[in-house]
């Protein structure tokens, strides 16, 4: 999943790219609050980890100017300020969740997890297709008896193509999953991953649809054969 960081703080900001692509998230990181809702204008995130005080402004405006769009993307608030008014104020604004300065960043990306999960209308932190049960916490799925563990951009393939089961998602599709803003493109990476992938998974999990990407295949498939 694609998320949009707005954070000041260099060495924090930095840490959370690099935490939360361990834990299979692409992230895209600005530092400010006018940077932020350019990036929200551009869209293609799945969620955003929004600092309360930015240095251009209030990340609270930012949240309000989202939720006036009427835009109901996922977001969690970080912040110094603990105390219960601020809390209060970041969730009464329209923010999924509060995470207070310190923190663990394993926590930081379950409650991701978390506040994505509910958006997309699932009470299982699991996820089920054809066969596979993907634990999106471990990176980690069970198929036909076998658990597979996948790595970070083997997963961030994977997570894509279960969000739109039934479409059709070209190269360039997959590559903004794997790769922020600042990453290099390697020209083979996803016919590479997704190879990987297919070795791990049943044999037709994943269909190519030539010269327009991959799909997972039907679920009626597993029924059949």
Known sequence: MRILIV??????RD??????????????????RAEGEAALEAGGFSGVVLDFMLPDGSGLDLLARLRARGSTL???MLTARDRPHDRVAGLDGG?????GKPFDL???????????????GRADGRISWNGLLLDPAKMEGEIDGEVQTFSPKEFAVLRALLERPGAVLGKSALEERLYGWQEGVESNTVEVHIHRLRAKLRAGFIETVRGAGYRLAPEVLRKIV
């Not at 954070?7 to 924090?12: A, G, H, I, K």
């Not at 790219?17 to 530092?31: H, K, N, P, Q, Y």
């Open 7 to 12: 954070e000041d703080d260099d060495v924090l």
């Open 74 to 76: 996922p977001v969690l």
């Open 95 to 99: 923010a999924d969740d509060y995470l």
């Open 106 to 120: 394993e926590e930081l990306a379950a409650r991701l997890r978390a506040i994505l999960r509910r958006a997309e």
């Open 15 to 32: 840490g959370l790219v690099a935490g939360l692509s361990l834990a299979g998230f692409t992230s895209e990181a600005v530092a400010t």
